[in-house]
C-alpha cells in the first residue's frame, strides 16, 4: 500500500459543491484515494510511519486543472506560425507536421507538453494529435491524467494514414490504453473539425465508439473543432447550408448519455446553443488562442445560460504559445468581463471551477477528480503563499485567478503518485528531454521555413 501524507496545510481549497475552503489541514492519500481531510493537529497525524510526507506549512492545496482542449506535441511547433488567422496557421502547420512529426517525435512532444503542463499544475489534458498512441505514451511518460483517442481526417493527414486505419485505431483503441496504463481516462475519439471531416464520416465515427463502448466497458467521449473563427462558419454554411453544429447534431453528435466536447466554439448562435442544450456538451474555451489568433470572443453568459458546461483550454503551442493554465483563467475572466461590459461576468470562484471539477466533469470524470474530497482520486496541486504577490490573503478565488500563476507550484500528485516534487519532475530527466527537444525543434522549424 502507498501512502502520502501532506501536513499542515495553510490553507485547502477543495472545489466541493460549496467552495468550502479550509484552514490549517492535513491530507492522507491511500493508493491514489484521498481517505482523510483532518486539522493539521490530528492525533491520527503522528502514525503515519512509512508514509510519503510533504511538508504543506505556508502552502495552499487544491485540485489539478484541467485543460480541456489542448494539442501537447506541438510544443516543438510553438513560434513557428505567428501573426496568421485559423486558416493561415493551418495551413504552414500541416506541412511542417507532416515533414518532421513522426512517432518518436510526437512522443518527445508529447512529454515535452505534460511535463510543462504538470510543473505548471495542469493534471489532466484533454489532447488532440495525430499518432494518439505515441501522443499518449508521451504523455502518460512524466505522469499525466492523459485523454486522448484516434484523430480523423477527409483523406490523409498529417500521418498519412487512410480513414479505415483511423477506425481500426479506434477499435484497437481500449486494448491499447490498457497496454499504455497511466491513470483511467475515457475511450475518446476526436475527429479533427466539421472542415476537414465530412458528416457522414461523423456519423461513422460515433457508431463506431458506441460499440467500443460496449464491448470494452470503458465510458466514451466525443470532441472536435466547433465554430473557432467566422471564416469556418462561412465555409461550412457555404459547403453544407448549414453551421457546424447543426451538422454534429445531425451526425448523432449530440446526445444525453455520451459526452461531447467542443473546442473553442466562440461563434456558436442561438440556433447552435439550443442544439447543443439537448445533450451533454461542454465547451473547451481557450481564450488565449482565440485572442492571438483574432479568432473572437466566446460569449461566456450566453454559453452558461443555455445549459452548455464551460471549461478551461490552452489550445496548442503553435496558436496560444504555452500550456499555462494560470494565463488561461485570467484570460477567460478579463474577456468575459470587458465583452460583457460587466465585472460581475465570469466570477473567480467560476472560472476557478470551470478549470477543475466543471472540466472533470465534461470528460466524465467529474466522480473521480476535479475537487478534493474523500474517496476521489487524488490529482492535487501545491502552491506555495510565501511570495510578495500572494501576501496578505483575502480573496482565495480571486487570488488563485488573478494573481497566482504557475511559478507558484511546488508539488503535483495524478492519480496518488507525486509527479512533482519541489518544483522538480520526479520522472522525467529534464535535461535530456529539453536537449532532445531543441534538436527536433530545429528540424521542425527547417520544415516551416521551406514552407512559408
Ligand atoms: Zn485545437
Known amino acids: 500500500m502507498s501512502r502520502v501524507v501532506i501536513t499542515d496545510l495553510a490553507l485547502l481549497v477543495t472545489v466541493d459543491d460549496a467552495d468550502t475552503i479550509l484552514t490549517d489541514r492535513t491530507v492522507t492519500v491511500d493508493d491514489g484515494v484521498i481517505t482523510a481531510v483532518e486539522p493539521a493537529s490530528s492525533p491520527h497525524d503522528a502514525d503515519h510511519g512509512s508514509a510519503e510526507r510533504i511538508d504543506g506549512r505556508g502552502k495552499l492545496l487544491m485540485p489539478g486543472l484541467v485543460n480541456l482542449h489542448t494539442h501537447l506535441p506541438m510544443t516543438l511547433l510553438r513560434g513557428l506560425a505567428e501573426d496568421v488567422d485559423l486558416q493561415g496557421f493551418l495551413a504552414r502547420v500541416w506541412k511542417a507536421e507532416g515533414a518532421v512529426m513522426d512517432p ?118 466525443l470532441t472536435t473543432h466547433v465554430s473557432e473563427n467566422e471564416a469556418e462558419n462561412a465555409g461550412i454554411r457555404e459547403r453544407y447550408d448549414a453551421t457546424p453544429t447543426e451538422l454534429l447534431h445531425r451526425s448523432g453528435w449530440v446526445e444525453r448519455d455520451l459526452p461531447l466536447v467542443l473546442g473553442h466554439g466562440v461563434h456558436l ?140 507550484v511546488t508539488d503535483v500528485l495524478v492519480d496518488g503518485e507525486v509527479v512533482v516534487r519541489d518544483r522538480r519532475s520526479t520522472r522525467v530527466d529534464t535535461p535530456a528531454l529539453l536537449a532532445r527537444a531543441a534538436e527536433r525543434g530545429a528540424l521542425a522549424r527547417a520544415a516551416a521555413e521551406e514552407v512559408s
Open 104 to 221: 518518436d517525435t510526437v512522443e518527445l512532444g508529447a512529454t515535452l507538453g505534460a511535463l510543462e503542463s504538470l510543473l505548471g499544475g495542469c493534471t489532466t489534458q484533454l489532447d488532440m494529435y495525430f499518432h494518439h498512441e505515441a501522443t499518449h505514451r508521451g504523455a502518460v511518460a512524466a505522469g499525466s491524467r492523459h485523454v486522448i483517442g484516434p484523430v480523423f481526417f477527409e483523406g490523409p493527414g498529417p500521418d498519412g494514414l487512410e480513414w479505415s486505419a483511423r477506425l481500426a485505431g479506434l477499435r484497437a483503441w481500449p486494448a491499447a490504453l490498457d497496454e499504455i496504463g497511466g491513470p483511467a481516462v475515457p475511450v475518446s475519439v476526436m475527429p479533427h473539425a466539421t472542415y476537414t471531416c465530412p458528416p457522414e464520416g461523423f456519423a461513422e465515427v460515433v457508431a463506431v465508439l458506441r460499440e467500443v463502448i460496449a464491448e470494452s466497458g470503458r465510458p466514451g467521449l
Open 269 to 408: 448562435g442561438e440556433g447552435d446553443r439550443a442544439l447543443l442544450a439537448e445533450g451533454t456538451v461542454a465547451v473547451g474555451h481557450c481564450p488565449g488562442s482565440n485572442l492571438k489568433l483574432a479568432s473572437g470572443a466566446l460569449n461566456w453568459t450566453s454559453l452558461r445560460d443555455s445549459g452548455i458546461r464551460l471549461g478551461i483550454g490552452t489550445d496548442g503551442c503553435s496558436s496560444s504559445n504555452d500550456l499555462d493554465m494560470w494565463q488561461a483563467m485570467r484570460q477567460a475572466a478579463l474577456l468575459a468581463r470587458l465583452t460583457s461590459g460587466r465585472p460581475d461576468v465570469a466570477s473567480a470562484h467560476e472560472v476557478l471551477r470551470a478549470a477543475t471539477i466543471e472540466g472533470a466533469r465534461a470528460l466524465g470524470l467529474g466522480a473521480e477528480i476535479g475537487s478534493v474530497e474523500v474517496g476521489k482520486r487524488a490529482d492535487l496541486v501545491l502552491l506555495d503563499l510565501r511570495a510578495p504577490h500572494l501576501t496578505p490573503v483575502h480573496d482565495v478565488a480571486a487570488l488563485l485567478v488573478f494573481a497566482a500563476g504557475r511559478g507558484d
